[in-house]
T-cell receptor, first 115, second 110 residues
Framework: KAGVTQTPRYLIKTRGQQVTLSCSPI?????VSWYQQTPGQGLQFLFE???????NKGNFPGRFSGRQFSNSRSEMNVSTLELGDSALYLC??????????????FGPGTRLTVT | EDKVVQSPLSLVVHEGDTVTLNCSYE??????LLWYKQEKKAPTFLFML????IEKKSGRLSSILDKKELFSILNITATQTGDSAIYLC??????????FGPGTSLSVIP
């Protein structure tokens, strides 16, 4: 089975621009979660989607948004980029509902640099 | 505010040593606790714990949860250089939130 894939792997943007990151979960997985990882803050939960619905959202501003398609692929969008948005963005998929204690499988991440 | 604390934050041991990593938490509506190993990029799953007192074991790694005292430990016996990584503890709540701890950076030297 192919693992979680994320595209692009690396991205450089300038302040004020917007960016869209993509995540394809493991085949058959219906839940996709997004995380931001920075040296200072560690790994932080952004949001989770299940069956095209946002299940929960972490403490991030409204500039961070996402969506999930009927094939479970998910996209994350960050608008009006700030320098502090530079981070590794990780996506994780799991077979079932978020609250049902399913194991999550992480993708390789997208390294975003904002200049 | 929900939080997950890990200790120590950093650890250096020699090959063959046994290490114990700690994770304590304060969250509302605890659902499960997860341990991950992160080497270079993406975390890889180690254990998921939902019940107190039941040890989960995988090779040289084992973990146990104490829901009364709100903590978990991850043990690694006979450490090898390949165990060098950041070990992350995360707690999932019933409201589908996942809170990660800061991680413990383990370095195993030959």
């Amino acid at each position: 089975k192919a693992g979680v894939t994320q595209t692009p792997r690396y991205l450089i943007k300038t302040r004020g621009q917007q960016v869209t990151l993509s995540c394809s979960p493991i085949s058959g997985h219906r839940s996709v979660s997004w995380y931001q990882q920075t040296p200072g803050q560690g790994l932080q939960f952004l949001f989770e989607y299940f069956s095209e619905t946002q299940r929960n959202k972490g403490n991030f501003p409204g500039r961070f948004s996402g969506r999930q398609f009927s094939n479970s692929r998910s996209e994350m969008n960050v608008s009006t980029l700030e320098l502090g948005d530079s981070a590794l963005y990780l996506c994780a998929s799991s077979p079932g509902l978020a609250g049902d204690s399913y194991e999550q499988y992480f993708g390789p991440g997208t390294r975003l640099t904002v200049t | 505010e929900d939080k997950v604390v890990q200790s120590p934050l950093s650890l250096v041991v020699h090959e063959g040593d046994t290490v114990t990593l700690n994770c304590s938490y304060e969250v509302t509506n605890f659902r499960s606790l997860l341990w991950y190993k992160q080497e270079k990029k993406a975390p890889t799953f180690l254990f998921m714990l939902t019940s107190s007192g039941i040890e989960k074991k995988s090779g040289r790694l084992s973990s146990i949860l104490d829901k009364k005292e709100l903590f978990s430990i991850l043990n690694i016996t006979a450490t090898q250089t390949g165990d060098s990584a950041i070990y992350l503890c995360a707690v999932r709540t019933s409201y589908d939130k996942v809170i990660f701890g800061p991680g413990t950076s383990l370095s195993v030297i030959p």
